[in-house]
């Protein structure tokens, strides 16, 4: 079992910048990949950018260039750096970890999300 514990939330005017953190514990091993997803209010939760444990990383089109996600993994955490923000970007952002056992996917782990809210 893993937990994740998400911080760094908050409220950032429009152009502005924000760093999320996202620290893992428990049964790290398991772990193959760690992401972000967001959810608007009344919106379907939507992926946002993951990387793997060898560092290669994917953005959702609406973010890059704007956000990196990035891992430390001699802490375990992984973080996301949002830059250029927008009003669009208000949503509570969800981290995740996908958990493999002999190259097969088991199941996905989620911290309990962070809110970001940007102004106009």
Known sequence: QVQLVESGGGLVQAGGS????CAATGNIASIMAMGWYRQAPGKQ???VATITNGGA???A???KGRFTISRDNVENTVYLQM???KPED???YYCNADHY???LYVGTSW????????SS
């Open 18 to 21: 924000l760093t999320l953190s």
């Open 45 to 47: 939760r939507e992926w």
């Open 57 to 59: 990383t994917n953005y």
């Open 61 to 63: 089109t609406s973010v």
């Open 83 to 85: 830059n250029s923000l």
């Open 90 to 92: 208000t949503a509570v």
């Open 101 to 103: 056992r002999d190259s």
């Open 111 to 118: 911290g309990q999300g962070a809110q970001v809210t940007v």
